[in-house]
């Protein structure tokens, strides 16, 4: 009979009446392991393996002959779980997860803890769970062992009070003790108003509950200097020592289309660990004017233009360039109130149309507007269209 261990087993035997037989049970290295060799009727025994191997039933005949009958079975009876996971909480001190229960026993069972080989002692296993019910665990583990770092930490659940079984093991999970800041760039979007970028995320020094700086780096350039200590109430669930305050959010100007958006958490002073990137985003934005030539006709010998052009560095009104047949016509202020315009692009307001009237011969001509980018502002000129006037 192979046998795991930790499984249980039961054997019994039944023979012919008037006889009597003595059963004899033999561990893989050859020591008796159990048996039965009373008077009793039938013979029968049971236990828990605590080895591996290929256990074997002998069958001696005590008195009288006859036919016999041997019956056994194999049961898991051992306490079953598992380690879901192991995460940092504060300084010396992890959060370990998961859940574990005993077969053959009613009641929570305890979980034992081990960092690196060191023992950190047991803890009941009887965190409500919707999957497993008061069986899980969520343990708070403090020891000096958990230096800055990564460190090992593994769970036993304890065999139930007088059950069958042995203790099981329910995994071991690698953990890291920071020493330097830690955090997240969780976001960036265009604005708020023209020619900027705002970002947002959350830092900490695990070596502090005080907010620290962020650095802001555009394109590998300084950008801007942050604090975080801006309200993540999310944070402070996940990591109750250090409190909620450890946001932040703010905004750099832009000066090219491509951005490379990266930020650091910066050490605490005086304390071990270093600069640590929180992450990096890449941004395209639109730096030169866009816009619309939307209509362009003779009114006698009139040109009539009109449509509208914004630069996105700025909500001002900018200048539109006009060209006839590849010569310049004129300029104009695209100053105009344009309300679809204002409702399409809420943050530059209306006043971004334009209008121009200059004479034209009776010819036919090709009309071409261009958008003149912002002075001091990042882009080129950018052409809005051409429409061709009979």
Known sequence: MHLNAGQSFAVAMEGDPGTDFDLYFYAPDGTLADGSNGYTYPEQFGGTATVTGD???????????????????????????????????????????????????????????????????????????????????????????????????????????????????????????????????????YGPGPGKLSMWGWTLDPDTALPIQVHLYDNGSPAAALTANQNRPDIGYFFPYYGASHGYEGSIPITTSHNVICAYGINATGTPGSNALLGCRVVDVAVSPIGSLDLAYRDGTNLITSGWAIDPDTASSIQVHIYVDGVFQGAVTAGNPRGDIGAAFPAYGANHGFTTTSPVTAARHTVCAYGINDSGTPGNNVLLGCRLMQ
């Open 55 to 189: 256990f074997i039933l002998e069958v001696n005949s005590f008195f009288g002959s006859g036919n016999y009958a041997v019956a056994y079975g194999i049961f898991n009876w051992s306490p079953v779980g598992h380690l879901d996971a192991v995460s940092f909480v504060s300084p010396q001190t992890v959060l370990a997860w998961g859940w574990a229960a005993d077969p053959d026993y009613d009641g929570p069972i305890d979980v034992q803890y081990f960092v690196d080989g060191s023992n950190l002692g047991q803890y009941t296993a009887q965190f409500a769970r919707p999957d497993v019910g008061p069986r899980g665990f969520a343990q708070t583990l403090t020891s000096s062992n958990f230096t800055p770092g990564t460190h090992n930490v593994c769970a036993y659940a304890i065999n139930g009070p007088n059950s069958d079984g042995l203790n099981s093991f329910i995994g071991c999970k690698a953990v890291y003790i920071p020493s330097s800041p830690i955090g997240s760039l969780d976001g960036i979007m």
